[in-house]
Protein backbone atom coordinates (compact mmCIF):
# COMPACT_ATOMS: atom_id res chain seq x y z
CA UNK A 1 0.00 0.00 0.00
CA UNK A 2 1.86 3.39 -0.75
CA UNK A 3 1.78 6.24 0.96
CA UNK A 4 1.23 9.76 0.74
CA UNK A 5 4.76 10.58 0.90
CA UNK A 6 5.45 8.33 -1.82
CA UNK A 7 3.00 10.30 -3.76
CA UNK A 8 4.64 13.10 -2.77
CA UNK A 9 7.79 12.27 -3.81
CA UNK A 10 6.94 10.75 -7.18
CA UNK A 11 4.16 13.71 -8.49
CA UNK A 12 4.93 14.75 -12.06
CA UNK A 13 3.13 18.22 -11.16
CA UNK A 14 6.16 18.64 -8.44
CA UNK A 15 8.56 17.68 -10.68
CA UNK A 16 7.68 20.00 -13.41
CA UNK A 17 7.66 22.53 -10.55
CA UNK A 18 10.89 21.86 -9.32
CA UNK A 19 12.21 21.02 -12.46
CA UNK A 20 11.09 24.32 -13.70
CA UNK A 21 13.09 26.36 -11.05
CA UNK A 22 16.65 24.20 -11.07
CA UNK A 23 16.35 24.73 -15.44
CA UNK A 24 15.87 28.59 -14.50
CA UNK A 25 18.53 28.57 -11.95
CA UNK A 26 21.20 26.89 -14.25
CA UNK A 27 20.10 28.99 -17.49
CA UNK A 28 21.31 32.20 -15.39
CA UNK A 29 24.63 30.37 -13.75
CA UNK A 30 25.21 29.40 -17.92
CA UNK A 31 25.06 33.12 -18.74
CA UNK A 32 26.38 34.91 -16.00
CA UNK A 33 29.68 32.55 -15.87
CA UNK A 34 29.91 32.63 -19.45
CA UNK A 35 30.03 36.16 -19.21
CA UNK A 36 32.47 36.31 -16.37
CA UNK A 37 29.98 38.17 -13.95
CA UNK A 38 30.25 36.38 -10.76
CA UNK A 39 33.80 37.39 -8.91
CA UNK A 40 34.86 34.12 -7.72
CA UNK A 41 35.20 30.79 -9.42
CA UNK A 42 35.25 29.00 -6.03
CA UNK A 43 35.16 30.38 -2.54
CA UNK A 44 37.44 27.86 0.00
CA UNK A 45 35.98 26.73 2.90
CA UNK A 46 38.10 24.41 4.93
CA UNK A 47 36.71 20.20 4.91
CA UNK A 48 35.21 20.43 7.92
CA UNK A 49 33.67 23.95 8.05
CA UNK A 50 32.10 22.73 4.93
CA UNK A 51 30.98 19.37 6.65
CA UNK A 52 29.59 21.74 9.81
CA UNK A 53 27.21 23.51 7.25
CA UNK A 54 25.64 20.99 5.76
CA UNK A 55 25.56 18.71 8.93
CA UNK A 56 23.32 21.75 10.42
CA UNK A 57 21.45 22.44 6.52
CA UNK A 58 19.92 18.83 7.04
CA UNK A 59 18.00 19.73 10.48
CA UNK A 60 16.90 22.65 9.12
CA UNK A 61 14.02 22.84 6.40
CA UNK A 62 14.54 24.01 3.08
CA UNK A 63 12.88 23.82 -0.06
CA UNK A 64 14.36 21.67 -3.34
CA UNK A 65 15.14 25.20 -4.96
CA UNK A 66 16.71 26.55 -1.98
CA UNK A 67 19.12 23.27 -1.55
CA UNK A 68 20.10 23.64 -5.60
CA UNK A 69 20.87 27.29 -5.35
CA UNK A 70 23.27 26.54 -2.06
CA UNK A 71 25.01 24.07 -3.56
CA UNK A 72 25.80 25.54 -6.34
CA UNK A 73 27.12 28.79 -4.19
CA UNK A 74 29.13 26.41 -2.43
CA UNK A 75 30.75 24.58 -5.74
CA UNK A 76 33.29 25.21 -8.00
CA UNK A 77 31.87 27.27 -11.20
CA UNK A 78 33.23 25.13 -14.07
CA UNK A 79 31.94 27.54 -16.82
CA UNK A 80 33.39 30.66 -15.67
CA UNK A 81 36.56 31.79 -17.88
CA UNK A 82 38.59 32.18 -15.18
CA UNK A 83 37.99 27.92 -14.08
CA UNK A 84 41.24 27.18 -15.91
CA UNK A 85 42.28 24.28 -13.49
CA UNK A 86 41.91 20.24 -13.25
CA UNK A 87 40.43 18.86 -16.27
CA UNK A 88 36.93 18.28 -16.32
CA UNK A 89 34.49 19.47 -19.13
CA UNK A 90 32.83 23.27 -19.23
CA UNK A 91 29.19 20.84 -19.85
CA UNK A 92 27.98 21.32 -22.70
CA UNK A 93 24.17 22.11 -21.92
CA UNK A 94 22.75 19.72 -24.16
CA UNK A 95 24.62 16.96 -22.83
CA UNK A 96 23.64 18.05 -19.17
CA UNK A 97 20.63 17.65 -20.38
CA UNK A 98 20.76 14.17 -21.57
CA UNK A 99 22.05 12.85 -18.36
CA UNK A 100 19.27 14.77 -16.34
CA UNK A 101 16.85 12.59 -18.91
CA UNK A 102 18.80 9.28 -18.08
CA UNK A 103 18.73 9.98 -14.51
CA UNK A 104 15.29 9.76 -14.39
CA UNK A 105 14.71 7.11 -17.11
CA UNK A 106 17.87 4.99 -15.04
CA UNK A 107 17.77 2.22 -17.90
CA UNK A 108 20.11 -0.64 -16.51
CA UNK A 109 21.85 -0.96 -19.00
CA UNK A 110 23.26 -4.68 -18.66
CA UNK A 111 21.28 -6.30 -21.11
CA UNK A 112 19.66 -5.27 -24.15
CA UNK A 113 16.22 -5.34 -22.92
CA UNK A 114 17.05 -3.02 -19.68
CA UNK A 115 18.24 -0.28 -22.21
CA UNK A 116 17.18 -0.70 -25.88
CA UNK A 117 17.63 2.68 -27.54
CA UNK A 118 20.57 3.60 -25.06
CA UNK A 119 22.26 0.35 -26.05
CA UNK A 120 21.68 0.93 -30.12
CA UNK A 121 22.80 4.48 -29.18
CA UNK A 122 26.14 3.27 -27.58
CA UNK A 123 26.80 1.23 -30.66
CA UNK A 124 26.77 4.65 -33.30
CA UNK A 125 28.65 6.68 -30.64
CA UNK A 126 31.14 3.77 -30.84
CA UNK A 127 31.16 3.55 -34.57
CA UNK A 128 31.91 7.36 -34.58
CA UNK A 129 35.02 6.73 -32.55
CA UNK A 130 36.19 3.49 -34.29
CA UNK A 131 36.13 5.58 -37.72
CA UNK A 132 37.41 8.53 -36.55
CA UNK A 133 40.75 6.45 -35.14
CA UNK A 134 40.49 4.68 -38.28
CA UNK A 135 40.10 0.78 -36.82
CA UNK A 136 38.92 -0.83 -39.69
CA UNK A 137 37.58 -3.81 -37.59
CA UNK A 138 37.11 -1.89 -34.28
CA UNK A 139 34.83 -1.95 -31.60
CA UNK A 140 34.44 -0.97 -28.09
CA UNK A 141 32.10 0.30 -25.42
CA UNK A 142 31.06 2.97 -22.87
CA UNK A 143 32.15 3.06 -19.34
CA UNK A 144 32.88 4.67 -16.00
CA UNK A 145 35.62 6.81 -16.14
CA UNK A 146 39.23 6.87 -17.44
CA UNK A 147 40.70 4.78 -14.34
CA UNK A 148 38.24 2.33 -15.11
CA UNK A 149 39.03 2.33 -18.52
CA UNK A 150 42.38 2.11 -18.27
CA UNK A 151 42.39 -0.91 -15.86
CA UNK A 152 39.58 -2.45 -18.24
CA UNK A 153 41.91 -2.17 -21.43
CA UNK A 154 44.76 -3.49 -19.61
CA UNK A 155 42.71 -6.21 -18.35
CA UNK A 156 42.49 -7.10 -22.24
CA UNK A 157 45.96 -7.01 -22.78
CA UNK A 158 46.23 -10.00 -20.40
CA UNK A 159 43.88 -11.87 -21.43
CA UNK A 160 45.17 -11.50 -24.92
CA UNK A 161 49.07 -11.54 -24.19
CA UNK A 162 49.61 -13.26 -21.11
CA UNK A 163 50.97 -17.12 -21.17
CA UNK A 164 49.00 -18.37 -18.48
CA UNK A 165 45.00 -18.31 -18.13
CA UNK A 166 45.07 -15.57 -15.19
CA UNK A 167 41.21 -14.85 -15.38
CA UNK A 168 40.73 -18.94 -14.73
CA UNK A 169 43.85 -20.30 -12.76
CA UNK A 170 44.74 -17.48 -11.28
CA UNK A 171 48.93 -15.88 -11.41
CA UNK A 172 51.89 -18.23 -11.96
CA UNK A 173 53.74 -16.39 -13.73
CA UNK A 174 55.46 -12.75 -13.12
CA UNK A 175 53.85 -9.97 -15.47
CA UNK A 176 54.88 -6.34 -16.78
CA UNK A 177 53.48 -3.26 -17.80
CA UNK A 178 55.62 -0.91 -19.69
CA UNK A 179 54.41 3.06 -19.06
CA UNK A 180 56.15 6.85 -19.41
CA UNK A 181 56.97 8.37 -15.33
CA UNK A 182 54.71 10.90 -16.53
CA UNK A 183 51.84 8.86 -17.23
CA UNK A 184 48.18 9.24 -15.60
CA UNK A 185 48.14 7.53 -11.93
CA UNK A 186 45.43 5.31 -12.32
CA UNK A 187 47.69 3.04 -15.32
CA UNK A 188 49.72 2.25 -11.81
CA UNK A 189 46.73 1.48 -9.92
CA UNK A 190 45.61 -0.59 -12.43
CA UNK A 191 48.99 -2.80 -12.44
CA UNK A 192 48.57 -3.08 -8.68
CA UNK A 193 44.87 -3.97 -8.74
CA UNK A 194 45.47 -6.99 -11.14
CA UNK A 195 48.42 -8.01 -8.83
CA UNK A 196 51.70 -7.12 -10.94
CA UNK A 197 52.86 -5.59 -7.68
CA UNK A 198 55.40 -2.65 -7.34
CA UNK A 199 57.59 -4.38 -10.16
CA UNK A 200 55.26 -5.11 -12.56
CA UNK A 201 55.04 -1.28 -13.03
CA UNK A 202 57.98 -0.53 -15.38
CA UNK A 203 58.02 3.34 -15.37
CA UNK A 204 60.41 4.47 -18.44
CA UNK A 205 62.08 7.94 -17.60
CA UNK A 206 60.94 10.88 -19.64
CA UNK A 207 63.17 13.79 -22.26
CA UNK A 208 63.53 17.26 -21.94
CA UNK A 209 60.17 17.48 -22.96
CA UNK A 210 58.28 15.26 -20.71
CA UNK A 211 57.44 12.29 -23.44
CA UNK A 212 58.81 9.06 -22.92
CA UNK A 213 61.98 8.33 -23.66
CA UNK A 214 61.71 5.85 -26.35
CA UNK A 215 65.33 5.08 -26.91
CA UNK A 216 64.94 3.20 -23.63
CA UNK A 217 62.53 0.83 -23.95
CA UNK A 218 64.69 -1.78 -25.08
CA UNK A 219 66.50 -1.46 -22.40
CA UNK A 220 63.83 -1.85 -19.76
CA UNK A 221 62.36 -4.79 -21.58
CA UNK A 222 65.41 -6.55 -21.31
CA UNK A 223 66.21 -6.05 -18.11
CA UNK A 224 62.28 -7.13 -17.09
CA UNK A 225 62.40 -10.12 -19.18
CA UNK A 226 66.15 -11.24 -17.30
CA UNK A 227 63.92 -10.90 -13.88
CA UNK A 228 61.87 -13.53 -15.16
CA UNK A 229 58.86 -10.84 -16.23
CA UNK A 230 56.19 -11.47 -18.95
CA UNK A 231 55.52 -7.65 -20.21
CA UNK A 232 52.64 -8.15 -22.07
CA UNK A 233 51.62 -4.13 -22.34
CA UNK A 234 52.86 -0.65 -23.22
CA UNK A 235 51.09 3.02 -22.45
CA UNK A 236 51.20 5.74 -24.40
CA UNK A 237 49.57 8.44 -22.78
CA UNK A 238 48.26 10.59 -25.72
CA UNK A 239 48.43 13.15 -23.30
CA UNK A 240 50.58 12.48 -19.76
CA UNK A 241 48.58 14.69 -17.02
CA UNK A 242 50.68 17.22 -15.65
CA UNK A 243 52.17 18.65 -18.84
CA UNK A 244 49.62 17.93 -22.06
CA UNK A 245 52.88 16.20 -23.63
CA UNK A 246 52.12 13.41 -26.28
CA UNK A 247 54.30 10.61 -26.33
CA UNK A 248 55.56 9.45 -29.72
CA UNK A 249 52.63 6.86 -30.57
CA UNK A 250 54.26 5.51 -33.98
CA UNK A 251 57.62 4.25 -32.48
CA UNK A 252 55.95 3.00 -29.51
CA UNK A 253 53.54 1.05 -31.69
CA UNK A 254 56.26 0.17 -33.62
CA UNK A 255 58.12 -1.17 -30.54
CA UNK A 256 54.73 -2.96 -29.36
CA UNK A 257 54.52 -4.87 -32.93
CA UNK A 258 58.89 -5.79 -31.94
CA UNK A 259 57.82 -7.68 -29.12
CA UNK A 260 54.48 -8.97 -29.61
CA UNK A 261 52.59 -6.95 -26.36
CA UNK A 262 50.13 -5.20 -26.75
CA UNK A 263 49.65 -1.55 -27.21
CA UNK A 264 47.52 0.66 -25.08
CA UNK A 265 46.85 4.16 -25.67
CA UNK A 266 45.83 6.41 -22.61
CA UNK A 267 44.20 9.24 -24.68
CA UNK A 268 41.68 10.16 -21.54
CA UNK A 269 42.47 13.83 -21.63
CA UNK A 270 43.83 14.35 -25.30
CA UNK A 271 42.37 11.50 -27.71
CA UNK A 272 39.79 13.63 -28.49
CA UNK A 273 42.29 15.45 -30.65
CA UNK A 274 41.45 12.92 -33.30
CA UNK A 275 38.17 14.72 -33.80
CA UNK A 276 41.08 18.23 -34.19
CA UNK A 277 41.45 18.66 -37.99
CA UNK A 278 44.22 20.67 -36.64
CA UNK A 279 45.66 18.81 -33.97
CA UNK A 280 45.04 15.33 -34.92
CA UNK A 281 48.41 14.67 -35.89
CA UNK A 282 49.46 14.54 -32.06
CA UNK A 283 47.65 11.78 -32.18
CA UNK A 284 49.89 9.77 -35.34
CA UNK A 285 49.89 6.07 -34.75
CA UNK A 286 47.19 5.74 -32.46
CA UNK A 287 45.37 3.78 -35.37
CA UNK A 288 47.82 1.06 -34.50
CA UNK A 289 46.85 0.71 -31.23
CA UNK A 290 45.51 -2.54 -29.55
CA UNK A 291 43.25 -0.37 -27.62
CA UNK A 292 42.53 2.95 -26.94
CA UNK A 293 40.47 4.93 -24.14
CA UNK A 294 38.38 9.00 -24.39
CA UNK A 295 37.01 10.65 -21.54
CA UNK A 296 33.77 12.43 -22.68
CA UNK A 297 34.37 14.66 -19.86
CA UNK A 298 37.16 16.06 -19.75
CA UNK A 299 37.82 17.92 -24.13
CA UNK A 300 34.53 16.08 -25.85
CA UNK A 301 32.01 18.37 -23.23
CA UNK A 302 30.06 16.01 -21.95
CA UNK A 303 29.14 15.26 -18.08
CA UNK A 304 31.25 13.30 -15.91
CA UNK A 305 31.55 10.40 -16.34
CA UNK A 306 31.72 8.65 -19.34
CA UNK A 307 34.36 7.35 -21.38
CA UNK A 308 34.84 5.16 -24.52
CA UNK A 309 37.03 2.25 -24.93
CA UNK A 310 38.20 1.28 -28.32
CA UNK A 311 39.65 -2.15 -29.59
CA UNK A 312 41.57 -1.78 -32.67
CA UNK A 313 40.33 -6.34 -33.40
CA UNK A 314 36.39 -5.99 -32.29
CA UNK A 315 37.15 -9.84 -30.65
CA UNK A 316 39.14 -8.38 -28.34
CA UNK A 317 36.46 -6.08 -27.08
CA UNK A 318 34.35 -9.48 -26.19
CA UNK A 319 37.56 -11.12 -24.30
CA UNK A 320 37.76 -9.87 -21.41
CA UNK A 321 35.25 -10.57 -18.89
CA UNK A 322 34.12 -14.38 -18.50
CA UNK A 323 31.01 -14.32 -16.42
CA UNK A 324 28.68 -16.92 -16.23
CA UNK A 325 25.10 -14.97 -14.90
CA UNK A 326 22.19 -16.94 -15.56
CA UNK A 327 19.77 -14.70 -14.51
CA UNK A 328 20.97 -11.99 -17.32
CA UNK A 329 22.02 -14.19 -20.15
CA UNK A 330 21.90 -17.96 -21.58
CA UNK A 331 24.97 -17.88 -23.27
CA UNK A 332 27.89 -17.08 -22.04
CA UNK A 333 30.56 -17.56 -24.88
CA UNK A 334 27.87 -15.61 -27.60
CA UNK A 335 28.96 -11.65 -27.41
CA UNK A 336 25.96 -10.66 -28.57
CA UNK A 337 27.07 -7.09 -28.60
CA UNK A 338 23.60 -5.75 -27.52
CA UNK A 339 24.24 -7.16 -23.91
CA UNK A 340 26.85 -4.83 -22.96
CA UNK A 341 27.35 -5.66 -19.70
CA UNK A 342 28.97 -9.11 -20.71
CA UNK A 343 32.21 -7.03 -22.16
CA UNK A 344 31.73 -3.91 -19.35
CA UNK A 345 33.65 -3.73 -15.47
CA UNK A 346 29.94 -2.40 -14.74
CA UNK A 347 26.76 -4.73 -14.11
CA UNK A 348 24.05 -1.51 -13.88
CA UNK A 349 25.41 1.61 -16.06
CA UNK A 350 24.10 4.73 -16.36
CA UNK A 351 22.92 5.47 -20.22
CA UNK A 352 26.16 7.53 -20.69
CA UNK A 353 26.23 6.82 -24.32
CA UNK A 354 23.05 9.78 -24.63
CA UNK A 355 25.80 12.68 -23.46
CA UNK A 356 27.51 11.88 -26.60
CA UNK A 357 24.44 11.19 -28.71
CA UNK A 358 22.67 14.52 -28.02
CA UNK A 359 25.86 16.52 -29.02
CA UNK A 360 26.12 14.40 -32.17
CA UNK A 361 22.49 14.82 -32.57
CA UNK A 362 22.41 18.89 -31.70
CA UNK A 363 25.83 19.82 -33.23
CA UNK A 364 27.36 16.63 -34.95
CA UNK A 365 30.77 16.18 -34.45
CA UNK A 366 31.94 19.46 -35.73
CA UNK A 367 31.36 20.35 -31.70
CA UNK A 368 34.44 18.28 -30.66
CA UNK A 369 36.47 20.01 -33.38
CA UNK A 370 35.83 23.08 -32.37
CA UNK A 371 36.01 22.25 -28.43
CA UNK A 372 39.26 20.98 -28.82
CA UNK A 373 40.64 23.28 -31.71
CA UNK A 374 39.59 26.23 -29.36
CA UNK A 375 41.12 24.70 -26.05
CA UNK A 376 44.45 23.51 -27.86
CA UNK A 377 44.77 26.99 -29.20
CA UNK A 378 44.27 28.54 -25.76
CA UNK A 379 46.89 26.81 -24.45
CA UNK A 380 49.52 27.84 -27.16
CA UNK A 381 48.02 31.55 -26.56
CA UNK A 382 48.69 31.74 -22.81
CA UNK A 383 52.05 30.29 -23.62
CA UNK A 384 52.72 33.27 -25.90
CA UNK A 385 51.89 35.70 -23.02
CA UNK A 386 53.87 34.16 -20.52
CA UNK A 387 57.05 34.23 -22.62
CA UNK A 388 56.55 38.08 -23.53
CA UNK A 389 56.37 38.07 -19.30
CA UNK A 390 60.13 38.46 -17.85
CA UNK A 391 58.79 37.68 -14.13
CA UNK A 392 57.10 34.49 -15.34
CA UNK A 393 58.84 31.14 -16.66
CA UNK A 394 57.55 28.34 -19.09
CA UNK A 395 58.30 24.74 -18.02
CA UNK A 396 57.77 23.76 -21.89
CA UNK A 397 56.16 24.88 -24.66
CA UNK A 398 52.78 23.34 -24.61
CA UNK A 399 51.84 20.86 -26.83
CA UNK A 400 47.93 20.94 -25.84
CA UNK A 401 45.72 23.14 -23.54
CA UNK A 402 47.47 22.23 -20.20
CA UNK A 403 50.36 24.83 -19.33
CA UNK A 404 52.96 24.73 -17.08
CA UNK A 405 54.26 27.59 -15.31
CA UNK A 406 56.19 29.63 -12.59
CA UNK A 407 56.61 32.71 -11.22
CA UNK A 408 60.40 33.99 -11.00
CA UNK A 409 60.73 37.54 -10.48
CA UNK A 410 63.11 38.59 -7.98
CA UNK A 411 63.96 35.10 -6.98
CA UNK A 412 66.55 32.66 -6.18
CA UNK A 413 65.78 29.37 -7.60
CA UNK A 414 65.94 28.13 -3.73
CA UNK A 415 62.40 30.00 -3.55
CA UNK A 416 60.85 29.64 -6.49
CA UNK A 417 59.38 26.45 -4.83
CA UNK A 418 58.06 27.94 -1.69
CA UNK A 419 56.39 31.56 -3.38
CA UNK A 420 54.83 29.51 -6.50
CA UNK A 421 53.26 27.13 -3.57
CA UNK A 422 52.19 30.35 -1.57
CA UNK A 423 50.51 31.85 -4.70
CA UNK A 424 48.50 28.60 -5.80
CA UNK A 425 47.28 28.75 -2.20
CA UNK A 426 46.67 32.42 -2.14
CA UNK A 427 44.81 31.72 -5.32
CA UNK A 428 42.57 29.29 -4.21
CA UNK A 429 41.81 30.95 -1.21
CA UNK A 430 41.05 34.31 -3.28
CA UNK A 431 38.72 32.08 -5.39
CA UNK A 432 39.18 34.90 -8.57
CA UNK A 433 40.96 31.51 -10.78
CA UNK A 434 41.06 28.29 -9.83
CA UNK A 435 44.33 26.94 -11.48
CA UNK A 436 46.35 24.21 -9.86
CA UNK A 437 50.21 22.86 -9.37
CA UNK A 438 52.45 20.28 -10.48
CA UNK A 439 55.69 18.31 -9.49
CA UNK A 440 57.61 17.91 -12.66
CA UNK A 441 60.82 15.95 -12.56
CA UNK A 442 59.95 17.12 -8.82
CA UNK A 443 60.11 20.83 -9.68
CA UNK A 444 57.21 22.83 -8.35
CA UNK A 445 55.32 24.60 -11.29
CA UNK A 446 51.66 25.92 -11.51
CA UNK A 447 49.48 24.46 -14.05
CA UNK A 448 46.48 25.57 -16.14
CA UNK A 449 44.25 23.09 -18.13
CA UNK A 450 41.86 25.18 -20.61
CA UNK A 451 38.68 23.41 -20.36
CA UNK A 452 36.48 26.53 -21.18
CA UNK A 453 36.33 27.43 -24.53
CA UNK A 454 35.27 31.19 -23.43
CA UNK A 455 38.54 32.09 -21.43
CA UNK A 456 40.29 34.48 -23.44
CA UNK A 457 43.06 37.10 -24.02
CA UNK A 458 41.93 39.24 -20.95
CA UNK A 459 41.47 36.19 -18.19
CA UNK A 460 44.84 35.29 -19.19
CA UNK A 461 46.48 38.43 -19.00
CA UNK A 462 44.30 39.58 -15.74
CA UNK A 463 45.31 35.81 -13.92
CA UNK A 464 48.99 37.05 -14.82
CA UNK A 465 48.06 40.20 -13.26
CA UNK A 466 46.45 38.70 -10.28
CA UNK A 467 49.67 36.76 -9.54
CA UNK A 468 51.74 39.59 -10.00
CA UNK A 469 50.14 40.90 -7.22
CA UNK A 470 49.67 38.01 -4.91
CA UNK A 471 53.55 37.73 -5.12
CA UNK A 472 54.16 41.68 -4.20
CA UNK A 473 51.90 41.12 -1.53
CA UNK A 474 54.62 38.02 -0.36
CA UNK A 475 57.73 39.75 -1.00
CA UNK A 476 56.43 42.85 1.33
CA UNK A 477 55.14 40.72 3.90
CA UNK A 478 58.54 39.59 4.25
CA UNK A 479 60.46 42.49 4.34
CA UNK A 480 57.95 43.55 7.37
CA UNK A 481 59.42 40.48 9.09
CA UNK A 482 62.98 40.92 8.01
CA UNK A 483 62.55 44.98 9.31
C1 LIG B 1 45.84 10.79 -18.97
C2 LIG B 1 44.76 10.46 -17.98
N1 LIG B 1 44.36 9.18 -17.86
C3 LIG B 1 43.39 8.82 -17.00
C4 LIG B 1 42.77 9.76 -16.19
C5 LIG B 1 41.70 9.32 -15.23
O1 LIG B 1 40.46 9.58 -15.79
P1 LIG B 1 39.13 9.67 -14.90
O2 LIG B 1 39.29 10.88 -14.05
O3 LIG B 1 38.05 9.77 -15.91
O4 LIG B 1 39.05 8.40 -14.10
C6 LIG B 1 43.15 11.11 -16.29
C7 LIG B 1 42.52 12.12 -15.43
O5 LIG B 1 42.94 13.25 -15.34
C8 LIG B 1 44.17 11.46 -17.22
O6 LIG B 1 44.58 12.72 -17.35
Redesign the pocket.
Known amino acids: MSTELLHKAYSGALFKEEGDDLIALLANHLKTTKEGTPSKVTRWVSPTNEYNFWQEYVKENHSTKEFFTTVLERSIHTHHPKYIG??IASTVPVAALATLFSAQLNNGMTVYEMGQASTAIEKVVIDMFVHAIGYTEGDGFLT???????LTAMLAARKAIANDDIWNDGHASKLAIMVSEE??Y??DRAARIMGLGNDGIIKIPVDDQYAIRTDLLETYYAKAVADGRQVIAIVG?????STGVYDDLEAVSAFAKAKKIWFHV?????GAAIFSSKYKHLLKGIDQANSV?I?G??MMGTS??T?AVLFKNKVDSYATFEQKAQYLWDKNDDPEWYNIGKRTFECTKSMMSLRFFAIMNAYGTQFFDDNVTVLYDAGREFATYIKQHPDFELALDPISNIVCFRYIRNLSPDQYEEVNRKIRQELLEDGEFYIVSTLLKGVFYLRTTFMNPFTNKEHMEALLEKIKAIASNIELKKEQINL
Do not use: E, R
Not at 237 to 241: E, H, L, Y
Not at 266 to 270: F, L, P, W
Open positions: HQSGGTLANAHCVSAPSTDGAHGIDHKSIT
